[in-house]
């Protein structure tokens, strides 16, 4: 297997200028100009911890492109020109990339990384992404990659695609899985609770964005794949103009009745499909959680539906491991979309439990994930972990159960003291006390797979401030006379 690169982008040193070598492409993120006795040093927006999103992108477009007439890509806010040179570089059949950027700063590095690189298919645009998108024009493949959330960009977007493939990048994770609630449901139109698999509700909330932007203009969408990169989110959706989709969009909608007492949860689509097309959902809403007799919160709109495709996911992988294996990136993408794969059986349940939180709401020690795995399939249902966050496994086991396994251990543990230190009229107290119905055997010998999916972050890892446009650099002379006027 190839080695994991320790550098998430290297540095190459040539005619007394540093550049940046990244995936097959050369760049520089700065340049200096010398213009009325002074330097002008211009800077564009450049964060090295981003490596494996742009990776990822070219390995989506590059899969996305199979069987395609040549393809017609638009970097819409470009800035260094970066992914644009990639595009042309490492992705096959590209009839033609649009290199967008609004900063004069961006645009004249554009040029001269186009240059750089000797690509000839890239054509340098100095346009509003928003009007740019507006025009008569419509792109085979749409990058989005703001600072910050996409929300601004999102009409125009899906008004250039038909058949077409968008990709999504969102900064804004505090918005998306944080604190900032308000500004979520401003943004994104969504009510969003405090909950343990916050990754995933993230990408549920920005999916859920996207598809009311594409039902509006008569679109539909599909998730190809979603990613989570810890202070970012990632979707490429295939947008196609089908009426029928749009319909179904009915379906693929609805809330989460989320119990913050024990993380237990029901999805409650707003539609269900009937004979004659989609219709309202009339089964009763939960009044209280069955487990522990709690209030529920609501959560949503969310999308409910699945938010990765596993027929594109495996040409992914197939196409990383024949034609990628340049990539920087490579182990940590190869390790997520084999645990895709891996959860293939339990990914049309939507979001995901954490183990070790469940344990310590009964105050017990953490449950080794072999007796996890065991306890889940003696009992017949399928777990496994999943691919967005180490702490999280997916199964199709109905929330009762979950607790009946978590609390058969406890009581296997601690023996006759497995109520010691539970108050009695609390959630805990309530589950430990209540009826088994499923009875696991930890004595079971479990499969699963055990793929690295998460690596550590390296240094320098994390969002970055916005790039200074514009900054005049004193030349050595003036400085030299301002240091003998101090002296």
Known sequence: MKQIVKELSMFIEKDGQRFIKEGKALIQTKRVEKKEGKLIEEEVFYNPAQIINRDLTVLVIDTFQENRQPITILDALSASGLRSVRFAQEIQNVKEIYANDLSLASLALIDENIKLNNVSNVKIYNMDANKLMKEEIKFDVIDLDPYGTVCPFLDSAIHSCDDSLLCITC??????????????????GTARTKMNCFAENGLRTLLYTISQAAGRLGKAIKPLFSFYGEFYLRVFVHVTKDKCQTHKLFSQIGNLFFCQSCQSFHVYPYGQKED????????????????????????????????NDIHFIKKMLTNLETGHTHFQSFDQIQGKLTGIVNQNEVSSNPYSYNMTYLAS??????????????????????????????????????????????????????GENYLKGIQENTPAYTILTSETTHTPDFTFKPTFNTAKMFYPNLEGHGPKSKAIQRKIVELEEDQAIKKQKID
């Open 276 to 307: 004659k097309g989609y219709k309202i959902n009339k089964k009763p809403i939960p009044s209280k959680c069955e487990v522990c007799g709690s209030l529920f919160k609501i959560n949503g709109p969310v999308w409910i539906d699945e938010i």
């Open 361 to 414: 709401n009964l105050k017990c020690t953490n449950i080794s994930k072999k007796e996890i795995f065991a306890g889940f399939q003696s009992l017949g249902f399928k777990i496994a972990q999943c691919y967005l966050q180490v702490d999280l496994y997916k199964t199709n086991a109905p929330n009762q159960a979950i607790y009946d396994i978590i609390k058969t251990w406890k009581k296997i543990k601690y």
């Open 171 to 188: 900064t804004d994770s505090r918005v998306l899985c944080g604190p900032d609630t308000q500004k979520c449901f401003a943004q994104y």
